[in-house]
């Protein structure tokens, strides 16, 4: 446990400098990789990518308020495909430990444990950041998709998820990434995260 706490207090540390480094034009940003995971359409012609973290208040609030009826619209519907990158803002130990358990919980289930996550927020911020109460939370969530402590501990605590997990959140910062959410339509960044927003961008991507 000893070397998972310093593995997580190292990608914390990342998540709180997500402002450092310089914005980077990167023309692969819009480009679909076999390590991303996908909801929806693989072939739609329109793709969003969001830049967000289980551990970001606002992308809690996009996933609440936006996410629900932009699935329903358009994701089911086959008319987007949509791609969710993690990066570690928000509280860096929870984001390591919810994305890890995203990972691991196997691509069916993928989206449905960054869901559960993004909700439970709720709960786990109840008091604030500075006054978290998240263990018991995580776990819960973890038992709920079939993990127990020892199996969750091992997600959590896995050297090469680790590194990759990093390597996610520095290449989100070489693209010029600076905050969450951040969302891109095919490509052009969104300055604005509400429906009629993405829909706009949706029309003037076709």
Known sequence: MKKLGIAVMVLAFAAGNVMAAAPVAVPALATVTPADHVLGNPKARITIIEYGSVACPACAQFNEAVMPQLKAKYIDTGKVRYVFRPMLTGVGTIAVAGTRLAECAGKDKYFAVIDAMMRGQKEYYAWG?????????????????????AAFNACAGDANGLRQLQ??????LDAGVRSTPTLYVNGKILERHELADIEAAIAAAK
């Open 167 to 172: 390597s996610q959140h520095t290449a989100a």
């Open 129 to 149: 950041e500075s006054n978290i109460i998240a263990r018991p939370v995580l776990a819960k969530i973890a038992q709920s998709f079939g993990f127990d402590e």
